[in-house]
């Protein structure tokens, strides 16, 4: 494996080394893989949302790029570029590293990258010279960040700026970010001047997420007023959580007994129900049975939907880490077990290398012997893996011991 000049490696990019490892990526191949082919590439970007923004992304940061002799790039949320721009000259040396329209720049297939990592961690990346997986690519610097559709926070793509050292400064990774807003931005003026919203209950729309959190951050929004973000005691998310899973709500005494492990805890409950609603007020949250008259978006709802879809990679990017990983509500023990079960089985039959080291790279997943063992028995013998894989497995054992 490729190694640093200076012996130290920041820890996302060491995580994106070992996924790149564990997907076969050679770190000597020159270019990256081609899965858009010129026909297929000219369709399938026509038909694209980010199609509708690009003219003004080319004009803002395209322009900015070509200037200082360096490329912007617009990928889809496969990791494929649809659109690499920049001056004759700066295209013809990316052409030698693959980075050119129809490549796919995933790390498992491109190795480190920044539009691959940003893909895969849904947030602004910077990767700097040999910093790359790839020799080929470390003469080069990128800053990329992800570009999110306005309605669903469902990721559309990645857009990039790739160049030289001077590339490799913050000033690129914030204009890169404020692109991306503004076309975020754009799309969204595009939507409410095109077409009306479909109608939620009353009119609320609410975000879930407590993925690998103890406190659920809540968003609360409609299509009148700007979405508000509320953090959560570790009781009300409890309370949201299994209210967000039952949909046609619960009684106080189908609630107390997901909530409580010992009875007598209904005058406790209608406390925190009453400060629940205070919080949230009285048209989210109604009785007679509990529930929440919203539509309800969850993070742990779009793990659930990915698995059931045979999405498995897509899941096991979606998921943050066990749900509320401290409560200990009987309720949400059984649906922490549940989906943090189902994800690790489909997760051993799918047999993939590369998921199987992602998820063992996890807090949660790094002490998972059966994993381990799992991912031993589909590296290669001469894989860059092998020889940590055997290593965690022999700690194991001796902490097993």
């Known amino acids: 494996m490729t190694t640093l000049t200076d012996g130290s490696m920041r820890a996302q990019v060491a995580d994106s080394w070992h996924l790149s490892a564990a997907s076969g990526v050679d770190a000597g191949a020159a270019e990256a893989p081609i899965t858009l082919a010129e026909g297929d590439l000219r369709d399938h970007r026509e038909a694209h949302p980010l199609a509708r923004v690009f003219p003004l992304l080319d004009d803002v940061l395209g322009q900015a790029a070509r200037e200082c ?3 912007m790039a617009v990928s889809d949320a496969a990791g494929q570029l649809l659109w690499v721009c920049g001056t004759p000259s700066t295209l013809r040396k990316a052409e030698s590293i693959g980075f050119v329209e129809g490549s796919n720049w995933d790390e498992r297939m491109a190795g480190t ?3 691959g990592m940003a893909l895969r ?7 700097r010279g040999s910093e790359h997986f790839r020799r080929s690519v470390q003469p080069w610097s990128c800053a990329a960040t992800p570009i999110l559709d306005p309605t669903s926070s469902t990721l559309l793509g990645v857009l990039d ?6 590339i490799a400064v913050p000033q690129t990774t914030a204009m890169v970010r404020a692109a991306a807003r503004m076309a975020e931005a754009e799309l969204a003026r595009e939507l409410l001047s095109g077409r009306p919203q479909a109608p939620t209950a009353n009119g609320l729309q609410v975000g879930v997420e407590l993925l690998g959190r103890h406190e659920a951050l809540l968003t609360v929004g409609s299509a009148g007023r700007t979405a508000t973000p509320i953090r959560l005691t570790p009781r009300h998310s409890e309370i949201v959580l299994l209210l967000g899973t039952a949909s046609h709500g619960l ?5 107390a007994v997901l909530l409580y492990e010992d009875d007598g805890a209904s005058s406790t409950l209608r406390a925190e129900l009453n400060r629940l609603r205070h919080l949230l007020g009285d048209e989210l949250l109604l009785s007679r049975p509990y529930r929440l008259a919203a539509a309800i978006a ?6 659930e ?3 059931a879809a045979g999405d498995l990679r897509g899941a096991l990017r979606a998921y943050r880490g066990p749900v509320l ?18 994800l690790r089985a489909a997760l051993l039959a799918g047999r993939e290398p590369d998921l199987m080291s992602t998820w063992t790279r996890t807090a949660w997943g790094a002490d998972d012997y059966e994993v381990w063992q799992a991912q031993r028995d589909v590296v290669g013998p001469t894989s860059p893996m092998r020889a940590l894989v055997e290593g965690q497995i022999a700690r194991l054992d001796r902490d097993l011991a």
């Open 69 to 71: 002799g360096a490329i």
């Open 113 to 115: 990258n920044a539009p």
């Open 121 to 127: 961690l849904g947030q602004t990346v910077q990767v």
């Open 161 to 166: 700026v790739t160049g030289g050292d001077d």
């Open 251 to 255: 009684s106080g005494d189908e609630l």
């Open 298 to 303: 969850g993070d742990w709802l779009a793990v």
């Open 305 to 307: 939907a990915q698995l």
């Open 325 to 342: 990983p401290r409560s200990t509500a009987p309720g949400v023990v059984r649906l922490r077990e549940q989906l943090h079960h189902s």
